[in-house]
Structure formats: structure tokens, C-alpha cells
């Protein structure tokens, strides 16, 4: 049977498997699913499978998102989170795997979220938010409904006022509680003002790990703190000069495991994994000459956000396991405590999640490839056999062709080399000319990768060459090189881009040279803006959730007032003319290009004003230009945004590109 080319509604046909999570007798797996229904809504659904009988049960049903689910220690229950209701907050829910239904265990006005089991089975830590000292009543249970109001004004007097993610920040914090599973009683262990993140209990019981900020929104910090569960007072293990995160106990509660850095390379600074010495508060660093980037750096438009564990310990406390991105993949390694580091699951693809369970040697993997949106396997890490376990999207890809990428590795002029990626168009044929569209992604600190990509795929399907490429500043080869865009945003990164393509024109006689488009989000916006800027070789380009002038960056976006002096190298106040140097903005009148500009009107990373000064002086000069702004959405329309949305930015992306470049 011949395979149809992708479509845009495609997206409804792909199930997203995420979250897995091994039972205490590693016998049985739980996930979550999440897909796209009939009215445009996003769903998710857990399901619970066996390891030997290779057959999902669904255990949620209706409409609403699942997420965390977690096994009980002593394999009796597993607790998840859900929303019921449209307006509804995320609250955490109990099912026993003897059967019967949910039983909610929170009904708190702002929600509840990343359940933790305590060691016994007796309690379960989770997350909260209130502001500063207004502890929930009732225990935990449903407060009182308040009148509806009228919009208040909004009173900022904190450096860190909105996020993208959150929008306004209400003064409300991340706390933590626990829910205890005799009384039925929610205790809250923190209620001061900062946002606190648990990751672990001890082995005993009586401590936990977490990370905050307690160094004020100026200090751009991430600490690792030890609580005390009974009286509540907590142990600074860091020293307030990096970013850590992902502590772990080790078995014998003696070692805290995590991923960080001491922001040596600011932004740019490559996760390491460090022990520290729970009594002494030593700290050693296990991966110091690894030069690799600890988890997951891969980026795709499929998922967005998906939580993955800090390193686990094995349960002799030799090793720890972790993920790593490296040239184009995500991996699953092992390194032990003299820093050694072996492979266990390696090939090209991308590791988006794990599970494991440490006293049956068993990891379940949930794996993407460029062909493949993911699926789950069981691997026996004392063999290193590796068993499929889900084919959720077995059905989609028997349907639809999905393009093998190419691997493409250019020699740069000055001696480097940048890996990339060449999509064939669908249905290629040797000899004739297709049109070409030039990927660039965001960060720059990310990476492209062997992971599926759903609007690559969808421009390959619609008769494109498609080429993408990890140019200086991306994750994958090093610090050197992840750090070699900071100071020198289009410079030696544009100059990476342009002779990769060079390199694909020359490698791919098919891609017809007189069509050429360019199209790239966030950081690839702010290069696409730049190479139309600076050169006129492309015929079409669209710019997305782009930067466009650093100057007015500095003070809008929710990162601004530190991202710029990471990446550019001062700020507004020390160097005006260098953020106009770098600024697409400043050589507007050199564009001919006609330019698309896709912008979410909640962007608060990015925000929209960026798109509208791009958009009012090339209108104002009258170049070909078309602005569209997705009402409700923000920095991640393209991977989490309303679904009619998604389908309305990839309209608007591939009819410009029709348009100018199909001839």
C-alpha cells in the first residue's frame, strides 16, 4: 500500500506517550497518552500495561488532561493528577490496583501537583500555591467559592513581575505540602515567599530534597535545600552561585545526587552531575571532564514540557543514571562514582523519558526517532536487552509517509563543523527540482536532533526540501562550542547557517537554488530577521516569535533584563549601541524578502511588540510583508498552543511559502 503524504490535520492523528512509570515489582507500567480530539481539545488519558502481556488498559476516560502518575512504593495504589471540569484546578486522585474508582484527595483552590510518594506508602508530597503566609483551610479541603470580581490593578514591585508561562504573576508561590494518607490531612511544609521545587524524600522518611531561590529575583539562582519533614526547617546543601536541581537521596540517605552548573558560561553553561555530602555539604562533581550536556537539550513540536527525573541512584549506590544530549541524540548512560561513564542505551534517537526501578534492574524509555513521534521500552540493564512495549502510533504510521532525514556534517571556513539534516521532498524524484525552506531553531542553547519533528515532515510532504542544522551556540558538541554565539549573535552563527546551506545546494543538485525560503522561531526568528537583513538569496522567509530590536527586549520580555547581557553582552543601560548592533531592526531597510511575521499575542518571552515594530517599518517602507497575531497563546504556540491555533500558524506558514516558492 502507498504511504499518503503528511497533512497539517495529522496532528489529531498522533498520540503523545509520555510519563512512564515502572511498578515497584517491575512487572507493570503506567503512562500517559495524549492526543487531540474530535473538538479540537487537548485530551489525556492514563494507561496501565502489563510487561509480559504487551496490552495497554486505559484507566481515565472523558474529557480533561492526566499527568504524574506514580506508583506506590508498596504497590498498592498509584496517585495521578487531573483537572475535572473545564475551569477546573489539577488536583491529585487515587486508584488502587485492585480496582475500583478515583478517590480524590485535594480540592484545593489553586490546584495540586507533582505527587512524590514518601518511602513507607504513607504519604504523598506534593505542590501547591498560595501566597506568602495564606495557608489553605480546612486542611486541604475545598475552600469557600469567592465572588466573582472585577479586574483588579495590577501592582508590581518585584524585578520578576510575568512569566510566559504563568503571564501576570499574582504573588502567588509554589509551595509544598503533604498529604497524609491516614488522617486524610494535608500539612503545609513551606508557606514563605519563594517558589520551592521537591524532588526527593530520605530513605527514612524524615527529609526531604528541594530546590528555591531564597537570594531575591536579582540572583539569578537555584539552590538545593534538605528539610526536615517534622519540624519543617531546612538546610542550605549549595552555595548560592549556580543552578541545581534534580536532587536525589542516595539508599542509604547519606548522598544528594543532582544535575548543575556554577553558571561559568551564564545561559550557555552545560548541566554537570554532582554528589553532595549530606553531613559535610562537600560537593563533587562526577562529570567534570565529560564535555556533554546532562539531559535532554532536543527540541520537537509534538511535546512540550514533558518532566523527566534527576539521576537515579542504582541501589548499591555505585551508579547513576542519566540522560545526555550529543550529536543530534538524547542518550541514557550510567556513570559511576570515579566519573566513568558507559552507555546503556544509546543510538540515534532522543530519550524524552525514563523510569527505573532499582531493585529489578529494569528502565522503561519513552523513545522518539524522526520517524517515529515515540513509544515506550522495557531494557534490562544487566543484559542491556531491549524490549518494545507500546505501538500507539503503529496505526498513523502505516498510513502516512514520514521522511527518513540525512545527516549532513559541513566544515565551516574557519575550521568547525556543524551537523545537520536533509528532508527529501515527498515523493523525490533524482533529477528534478524541488524548492528548499531553511529550519532554524530557538535557544540557541538546543539542539536539533534525531527526535520527530511534525512541521518538518509536513513542509518535506509538501514538496520541499527541507534542511535544519545545529550552527555555534547549540547543545550537543561541547561547551566551547555552546558558548560561541554569546557576544556574537549573527556572526559566526549566521556565517554557520549560510555555508551549511552552501553545503546542502552543493550535496543536493535537486534543490532548485531560485526558490528558497527561510523560517525559524525565538532565536531562529531573531536569525531569520538577520539573514533577510542581510542578504536577499532567499525568494520567501517567515519569521516567528522572533527578537527583533535587543534595545526594547531588555525591558519587555520576562528574561530580558538578564537574557541580554548573557547573550549580547551588556544591557541597556551599560550599551545601548551594542543591542542595536546586534538588532535585525537597525538594517530594515535592507530587506527585500517578502516576510511573513507569526506572533502570539501572550508571548511574554518574545513579546509581540517585537513583531509589530518589525512589521510597521517594513509596511511603512513598502516591502511585502503579512503579520498575524494567535490570540491566546505565548512562546509555545507552536508545541503546547490552542490546537486550532496550531493549525491556523502552520496555514498561514506553508500557504506563504506556496505561494512565493511553488512555482
Not at 230 to 242: C, D, M, P, Q, V
Not at 267 to 275: D, F, I, P, V
Request: charged fraction near 25%; glycine fraction near 8%.
Amino acid at each position: 500500500m502507498t504511504q499518503r503524504a503528511l497533512t497539517l490535520e495529522d496532528l489529531k492523528k498522533i498520540h503523545v506517550v509520555n510519563e512512564p512509570q515502572l511498578s515497584p515489582d517491575g512487572a507493570t507500567i503506567a503512562y500517559v497518552r495524549q492526543f487531540i480530539n474530535e473538538k479540537d481539545e487537548y485530551t489525556s488519558h492514563l494507561f496501565v500495561q502489563s510487561a509480559v502481556e504487551k496490552q495497554a488498559k486505559q484507566w481515565t476516560f472523558g474529557k480533561g488532561r492526566v499527568s504524574s502518575p506514580r506508583f506506590s512504593p508498596d504497590g498498592k495504589r498509584l496517585v495521578y493528577v487531573t483537572a475535572k471540569g473545564e475551569k477546573a484546578k489539577p488536583q491529585l486522585y487515587l486508584l488502587s490496583l485492585d480496582g475500583g474508582e478515583a478517590k480524590p484527595l485535594t480540592e484545593l483552590e489553586n490546584g495540586a501537583g507533582h505527587p512524590i510518594w514518601s518511602p513507607d506508602s504513607s504519604r504523598i508530597l506534593f505542590s501547591t500555591s498560595f501566597k506568602e503566609n495564606e495557608i489553605p483551610g480546612e486542611e486541604g479541603k475545598k475552600e469557600k467559592k469567592k465572588d466573582e470580581k472585577k479586574p483588579e490593578p495590577l501592582v508590581v514591585e518585584r524585578l520578576k513581575y510575568k512569566s510566559d508561562a504563568a503571564g501576570f504573576l499574582d504573588g502567588k508561590r509554589a509551595q509544598l505540602a503533604v498529604y497524609d494518607l491516614g488522617s486524610e490531612e494535608v500539612t503545609y511544609l513551606t508557606s514563605d515567599d519563594f517558589d520551592h521545587a521537591a524532588s526527593s524524600w530520605s530513605p527514612d522518611g524524615k527529609s526531604i530534597v528541594y530546590t528555591a531561590n531564597k537570594q531575591g529575583d536579582d540572583q539569578l539562582i537555584a539552590d538545593i535545600y534538605i528539610m526536615d519533614v517534622e519540624s519543617k526547617s531546612s538546610e542550605l546543601l549549595t552555595n548560592s552561585n549556580g543552578m541545581f536541581y534534580g536532587g536525589t537521596f542516595s539508599p542509604d540517605g547519606t548522598t544528594i545526587a543532582c544535575y548543575g552548573h556554577e553558571k561559568e558560561y551564564a545561559g550557555a553553561t552545560q548541566s554537570k552531575l554532582y554528589l553532595i555530602d549530606v553531613a559535610t555539604k562537600e560537593h563533587s562533581c562526577l562529570t567534570y571532564e565529560w564535555d556533554v550536556s546532562l539531559g535532554d537539550s532536543a527540541i520537537g513540536d509534538i511535546r512540550s514540557g514533558h518532566p523527566t527525573p534527576g539521576p537515579i541512584w542504582t541501589a548499591n549506590q555505585e551508579k547513576l543514571y542519566v540522560t545526555a544530549s550529543t550529536l543530534g541524540n538524547t542518550n541514557f548512560y550510567s556513570v559511576d562514582r570515579k566519573g566513568k561513564v558507559e552507555e546503556v542505551y544509546a543510538g540515534s534517537h532522543h530519550v524524552y523519558g525514563y523510569d527505573i526501578n532499582i531493585t529489578e534492574n529494569l528502565a522503561v524509555l519513552g523513545v522518539s526517532t524522526p520517524t517515529n513521534p515515540g513509544e515506550l521500552f522495557i531494557v534490562n540493564l544487566e543484559t542491556k536487552e531491549v524490549v518494545a512495549l507500546t505501538s500507539e502510533n503503529k496505526k498513523f504510521l502505516e498510513e502516512v509517509h514520514v521522511q527518513d532525514p540525512e545527516e549532513l556534517r559541513v566544515k565551516t571556513s574557519d575550521g568547525w563543523e556543524v551537523q545537520g539534516w536533509v528532508l527529501k521532498p515527498y515523493g523525490y524524484e533524482a533529477g528534478k527540482k524541488y524548492p528548499m525552506i531553511l529550519e532554524i531553531h530557538g535557544g540557541p542553547h538546543a539542539m536539533y536532533g534525531n527526535t520527530f519533528f511534525h512541521e518538518l515532515q509536513l513542509l518535506a510532504a509538501k514538496g520541499y526540501f527541507v534542511i535544519y542544522s545545529n550552527p555555534r551556540g547549540s547543545h550537543g558538541y561541547g561547551q566551547t562550542f555552546v558558548d560561541a554565539c554569546r557576544g556574537d549573535y549573527g556572526g559566526k552563527d549566521y556565517e554557520d547557517i549560510m555555508e551549511f546551506t552552501d553545503a546542502a545546494i552543493a550535496n543536493y543538485p535537486e534543490i532548485d537554488v531560485d526558490n528558497l525560503g527561510v523560517t525559524g522561531g525565538s532565536y531562529g526568528g531573531f536569525m531569520t530577521n538577520w539573514i533577510v537583513s542581510h542578504n536577499n538569496r532567499f525568494k520567501a522567509a517567515a519569521t516567528l516569535r522572533s527578537i527583533s530590536n535587543w534595545i526594547s527586549f531588555y525591558g519587555v520580555s520576562d528574561i530580558g533584563y538578564f537574557f541580554t547581557e548573557w547573550e549580547i553582552g551588556t544591557d541597556l543601560l551599560r550599551d545601548p549601541e551594542k543591542l542595536w548592533e546586534h538588532s535585525p531592526l537597525k538594517y530594515v531597510n535592507n530587506i527585500e524578502t517578502p516576510l511573513l511575521i507569526l506572533h502570539g499575542e501572550k508571548d511574554f518571552r518574545c513579546p509581540v511588540e517585537q513583531a509589530e515594530q518589525l512589521f510597521v517599518a517594513l509596511k511603512h517602507r513598502g516591502k511585502d510583508t503579512r503579520f498575524v497575531r494567535f490570540p491566546n497563546s505565548n512562546h509555545e504556540l507552536s508545541r503546547s498552543g490552542p490546537p486550532y491555533l496550531r493549525y491556523a500558524r502552520l496555514e498561514e506558514l506553508t500557504r506563504w511559502f506556496d505561494k512565493y516558492l511553488i512555482n
